[in-house]
């Protein structure tokens, strides 16, 4: 430089600066900051610090865009190996969150839990339902602003150690955020071992809980750039439900920027039900009657105590258990928010196994004299009820008895058959005897209903937060009645996805779905019937999906290369029905027939 003269030395020197200040910005990688202290800091503090699986690094294009968006889902993510070495002595069980951050409108989250290697407490006979966890954590991700719940479905993450009972036991579930707010997880463990499934005849595990550590700093923020379609703001511009399944959150009436008449009935801590992708309307059940009698005169419907409930909001219009009651119990009787089967109740009477209800404009009543099942008057529905404790040894007479006799032949050809499971079946049958009968119950529905015939399956009620443990105790538990209402939602499918119009009525999401101290609120009902508020909810839901499209009905359908005619308009099928003169005096007077424990306050 010194040999140069002065103007080229100081244009040589502001060169080596300009290339040295190049470097430092965009090719030389900054220091990572020392990780934040934490009574747990390899735990909770876990991040990626790579980038995406297949991003190559380019230092100019970074600096320009940006930092790369983290992975958020779990296969992303590999499980730190020394989550494997965690003991219960040492570390509580813990959330983790992987590359917490802020996420736009329904991004998913991935949401891992870990549960410490500790010696068995109990004996080796409870084993978990297949490919579901060893311990039953109940854990939700809340709003801190809005106090959505959004349950976490935790199952076990894909790794050998994790089949083993004395092992360290990670859990992962991927988590779809649709509400702006800032989220926590919030939960605790309700059973270790396996403990939760009391299956084959073992006793249920009395209900204690343990303590999950989640940071106070663990959290996700959700954020809305004012384009998200499942805003509060939007939801009046969905279309309508025209199922009956579809996910949804719970939010208080008071934050609802639109008339809260116009979407289903708040439950009685004041919140709405609003699904994300469609939206409820208010449905009277005069309107509902109405629908009935035009798009579904005829129908069976097979349930237990909770769909009774169901149909006394249906039979008295809406009056049962309301609060503008004048014939009918009002909201805070026993009867209301959890026992109602002692109770007189004027239009069917709860005790018997088989009724005929017809439903008209001024509500429902059973039918006392022998009918021509067929002959529907003009503005009515009619309904076969057919009452069971599921498809468990308690039914007297067994369930298969009434198939057996045949079901259309005697009762019509209905336009919908509702099938409701799960609440005596995951109390009383093990896993191997349900699947037999359950595989018994779709052969006779094979046999009985064409493709014409709508089928509705109903889950159980959402049960949580304590055990049966009194006198005969029901093997109920979170985790075994949601197994059971998936096993029979996926055998649904498989049979009748592809010849029947399948239709599932989630009412366990409903519940699951309400703020774990309003879930609380059950625990006092030891027949786990939902309170009449959310009962109708529920008949919300369904009235939505059964009411909100259109149905078509061909005169055929081609199943597997076999022509099936439309019962409703084959002028064979009418003949058939022509020809139908009802039960005989014998069969008809099985409508009367009460139940052999009449009045059994083990009823639910």
Not at 197 to 218: F, I, M, R, W
Not at 328 to 348: I, V
Not at 354 to 364: C, F, K, Q, R, V
Not at 568 to 580: C, G, K, P, Q
Request: some cysteine.
């Amino acid at each position: 430089l010194m040999t140069l003269r002065p103007t080229k030395r100081v244009l040589a020197l502001l060169a080596v600066v300009a290339i040295a200040c190049v470097h430092i910005l965009f090719f030389r990688r900054p220091r990572s900051p020392p990780p934040a202290q934490s009574a747990f800091p390899d735990i909770i503090h876990h991040h990626t610090p790579l980038p995406p699986p297949g991003h190559a690094h380019w230092p100019l294009l970074d600096k320009l865009l940006g930092p790369p968006l983290l992975p958020t889902k779990c296969r992303d993510l590999p499980v730190p190996d020394y989550y494997w070495s965690a003991q219960d002595a040492f570390t509580p069980a813990f959330v983790a969150i992987p590359n917490p951050q802020q996420v736009p409108v329904g991004e998913t989250v991935c949401v891992r839990v870990v549960v410490p290697a500790k010696p068995a407490r109990s004996s080796v006979l409870y084993t978990p339902m297949p490919d579901m966890p060893w311990d039953s954590v109940l854990l939700d991700l809340v709003g801190q602003q809005t106090n959505v719940s959004v349950p976490v479905h935790l199952q076990m993450a894909p790794d050998i150690r994790n089949t083993r009972r004395d092992s360290v036991h990670v859990y992962e579930a991927d988590v779809v955020l649709r509400d702006a707010d800032e989220y926590r997880a919030r939960g605790y463990i309700e059973f270790r071992d396996a403990e939760w499934n009391p299956d084959g005849g073992l006793q249920p595990v009395a209900y204690g809980t343990e303590a999950l550590y989640v940071p106070e700093t663990l959290s996700v923020t959700v954020e809305d750039d004012g384009t998200s379609k499942y805003s509060l703001a939007r939801h009046m511009e969905l279309p309508l439900c025209t199922e009956a399944d579809a996910e949804g959150r719970w939010v208080a009436e008071a934050m609802l920027p639109f008339d809260a008449e116009l979407v289903a009935p708040a439950e009685n801590h004041g919140l709405v039900w609003l699904p994300y992708a469609c939206r409820l309307r208010r449905i009277s059940y005069s309107e509902y009657i109405s629908c009935l009698a035009t798009r579904y005169p005829m129908m069976h419907w097979y349930g237990d105590s909770n769909l009774r409930r169901a149909l006394k909001k249906i039979t008295t219009l809406g009056e049962w258990c309301s609060a503008n009651a004048t014939h009918y119990n009002s909201t805070e009787t026993r009867t209301c928010l959890c026992e109602d089967y002692a109770d007189g109740f004027q239009p069917f009477d709860a005790r018997y196994r088989e009724l005929m209800i017809d439903l008209d404009p001024s509500g429902g009543r059973a039918l006392t004299k022998p009918t021509k099942y067929a002959d529907v008057p003009e503005g009515v529905a009619r309904m076969y009820l057919h009452k069971w404790e599921g498809l468990s040894y308690r039914n007297r007479p067994p369930w298969p008895q009434e198939f057996q006799n045949g079901i259309t032949s005697r009762y019509g050809h209905p336009m919908m058959a509702l099938i409701s499971l799960t609440n005596w079946d995951a109390a009383f049958s093990s896993r191997a005897y349900f699947a037999v009968e359950m595989q018994a119950l779709l052969d006779h529905l094979a046999r009985e209903y064409t493709p014409f015939t709508e089928l509705y399956v109903r889950t159980g009620q959402y049960y949580c937060c304590r055990t049966d443990v009194g006198q005969r105790p029901r093997s109920y538990s979170r985790l075994r009645n949601a197994y059971f209402d998936q096993y029979v939602v996926d055998a649904f499918a498989e049979r009748f996805g592809g010849s029947h119009r399948l239709h599932v009525w989630d009412v366990a999401s409903i519940s699951e779905r309400l703020p774990l101290w309003v879930r609380r609120d059950n625990v006092k009902c030891p027949s786990n019937h939902a309170r009449a508020e959310i009962v109708e909810v529920e008949n919300q839901v369904l009235m939505n999906a059964m009411c909100n499209r259109e149905v078509e009905r061909p005169a055929f359908v081609d199943v597997g290369g076999e022509v099936v005619l439309n019962p409703w308009t084959s002028v064979d099928e009418h003949l058939a029905f022509d020809e139908y003169d009802g039960a005989s005096d014998e069969e008809s007077s099985s409508l009367g027939d009460v139940e052999s424990e009449s009045l059994d306050p083990f009823d639910f």
